[in-house]
């Protein structure tokens, strides 16, 4: 079947000769929509309201982290407006959160949207990611103000900034010295919000058959599964019961004949079905490798997202000692240790109450860093 969208697109771009002009043009041409404007004229013509803040997330991630601040932002009695790209709201990351009086916008060009609107109204504006995560061929990922400069003119603007190496690079150091760049992690620079708060969230006891889980993409990048299928292998020849949930985009390759039984990938989910099997997990594994150098960064200058999942669900991390302090865990509320099967084989072995132990003890720490960040918030939004 022909694909007219793309047929067009093809044709369009035929005169063309730069090939940077020629690709960013033919992705505008596929990325718009019809359905566009009607979401554009319904951001356009919307009402602000007193005591606005308006959430923005340009790109097709991040889903947890918008919902993390949209919470606390209604816990501290603002009314907020919501602009992600369509392909977040249709993972729904709100499907825990009483949505009541939020205003959900959506759109496969965000930044087409906010051209169109009077963003000054509002009291503040919260930029969700400072990357725009779309580039050219043998191009860096540039910051979302370059593709919406008047943006960065609203007199009480806040940036989450994901990785720290980008302040310099996207001239973030205004917004630094205004305590207006807002940090996942507890870092040197940058006021802290930890956005851990997903809405109304059950906190499982331990299964009769020990359930560990990994969520995030498949990539050495970010997680090394290849100790995870060590491990496994090491502890199926020792006839223990266990399942391992793989959730994530990407695959795992040629997995040995004796791991499969143990292990269930089961992809990328969206997030009703992503936090149901969290929840109903025991045991959370970052597999963070500390001889890797890409996971430096993740106790350097940026964070893990499992550990807004490990403290929003009370799930008992798995964690080597280079990583556990810098997120608060320690041998009260996590397992702290620097072999992984070793680590599994102890939680697979760990009794209902001294499970439930580290469970409160993880609840106190999550709930001590959702107090920390909604004071923050608070102060810099005075």
Avoid at 14 to 22: D, Q, T, V
Avoid at 173 to 196: M, W, Y
Avoid at 307 to 322: D, E, M, N, R, T
Avoid at 372 to 382: F, G, P, Q
């Amino acid at each position: 079947m022909i694909n007219i969208q793309r047929l067009i697109a093809n044709i369009i771009v035929i005169p063309i000769r730069n090939h940077e002009k020629r690709h960013k043009i033919r992705r505008a041409i596929l990325d718009f929509h019809l359905k566009n404007i009607i979401y554009i004229f319904k951001f356009l013509f919307s009402s602000i309201r007193k005591n606005s803040v308006l959430l923005i997330e340009p790109n097709d991630c991040h889903g947890e982290v918008i919902v993390g601040y949209l919470k606390y932002f209604i816990d501290l009695g603002y009314t907020v407006d919501v602009l992600i790209n369509s392909k977040i709201k249709n993972e729904n990351p709100f499907c825990r959160l009483d949505m009541t009086n939020i205003h959900l916008f959506h759109s496969d060009s965000v930044k087409l949207m906010l051209k169109f609107k009077q963003l000054r109204e509002y009291n503040h504006i919260v930029l969700m990611t400072s990357t725009y995560y779309k580039r050219g061929k043998n191009e860096s990922y540039p910051s979302f103000f370059t593709k919406c400069p008047k943006l960065k003119k609203h007199p009480s603007l806040f940036v989450v900034e994901h990785d720290l190496v980008d302040i310099k690079r996207f001239d973030e150091e205004d917004l630094l010295k205004k305590n207006r760049l807002l940090t996942l992690g507890h870092f040197s620079q940058g006021v802290f919000a930890s956005p851990i708060k997903f809405g109304s969230l059950k906190i499982t006891p331990k299964n009769d058959i020990t359930t560990f889980i990994t969520v995030g993409a498949i990539n050495s990048v970010r997680k090394n599964h290849q100790i995870l299928i060590d491990s496994i292998k090491s502890l199926a020849q020792q006839n223990l019961k266990f399942k391992v949930l793989v959730v994530g985009l990407g695959a795992l390759e040629n997995l040995p004949i004796e791991v499969q039984p143990y292990i269930e990938i089961l992809g990328r989910l969206d997030f009703s079905k992503m936090f149901e099997v969290v929840e109903n997990a025991d045991f959370f594994l970052p597999l963070l490798d500390p001889n890797s150098q890409e996971h430096e960064r993740y106790i350097t200058t940026g964070v893990t997202g499992s550990a807004q999942l490990i403290y929003a669900f009370s799930k008992v991390p798995i964690i080597h000692p280079k990583f556990a302090e810098f997120y608060g865990f320690d041998n009260s509320n996590a397992l702290v240790i620097d072999d992984l099967e070793e680590g599994m084989k102890q939680a697979i072995e760990i009794n209902s109450p001294d499970y439930l132990q580290k469970q409160v003890a993880l609840t106190d720490l999550a709930k001590k860093l959702e107090n920390e960040s909604l004071n923050n918030l608070k102060e810099i939004l005075k």
